[in-house]
């Protein structure tokens, strides 16, 4: 049977999340949030990718705490944008790396990535 939201619907909640809102957050912030909501069955979409080790860091939280009968983990895709336009001279040319990516991130049971390529992702996101 399908969760049923606070809000008394039983479809599947997307959160889209705009850079301005992570940019003052400190790592764990970030990912204590998206982890809070894929727990809670949403699909969480950054405008903004996470960092390397922001991500490596949410895969380690993540594995921490599943089990089998409550949590299955996470799904997670990110698709980069046009490196040039989202970067300054300066970062390109300091080798730094971006972190304008578009990342997609839900509940292993209900978001399976069908198709993946540098412009487009395809998702089958199904209630549980």
């Given at each position: 049977?399908?969760?049923?939201?606070?809000?008394?619907?039983?479809?599947?909640?997307?959160?889209?999340?705009?850079?301005?809102?992570?940019?003052?957050?400190?790592?764990?912030?970030?990912?204590?949030?998206?982890?809070?909501?894929?727990?809670?069955?949403?699909?969480?979409?950054?405008?903004?990718?996470?960092?390397?080790?922001?991500?490596?860091?949410?895969?380690?939280?993540?594995?921490?705490?599943?089990?089998?009968?409550?949590?299955?983990?996470?799904?997670?895709?990110?698709?980069?944008?046009?490196?040039?336009?989202?970067?300054?001279f300066?970062?390109?040319?300091?080798?730094?790396?971006?972190?304008s990516?578009?990342?997609?991130?839900?509940?292993?049971?209900?978001?399976?990535?069908?198709?993946?390529?540098?412009?487009?992702?395809?998702?089958?996101?199904?209630?549980?």
């Open positions: 049977m399908p969760e049923v939201k606070p809000d008394g619907s039983n479809g599947v909640q997307i959160d889209l999340i705009g850079a301005n809102r992570m940019e003052g957050m400190a790592s764990m912030e970030k990912i204590r949030m998206i982890l809070d909501g894929v727990r809670d069955g949403d699909i969480v979409i950054l405008e903004q990718g996470l960092s390397p080790d922001e991500e490596s860091k949410l895969i380690e939280v993540t594995m921490t705490e599943i089990s089998p009968d409550e949590f299955n983990g996470i799904e997670i895709e990110t698709y980069p944008r046009s490196e040039t336009a989202d970067q300054s300066l970062d390109r040319l300091m080798g730094k790396e971006s972190t990516k578009l990342t997609v991130i839900g509940p292993a049971n209900q978001i399976e990535t069908l198709h993946k390529d540098d412009n487009l992702i395809s998702a089958l996101v199904s209630r549980k």
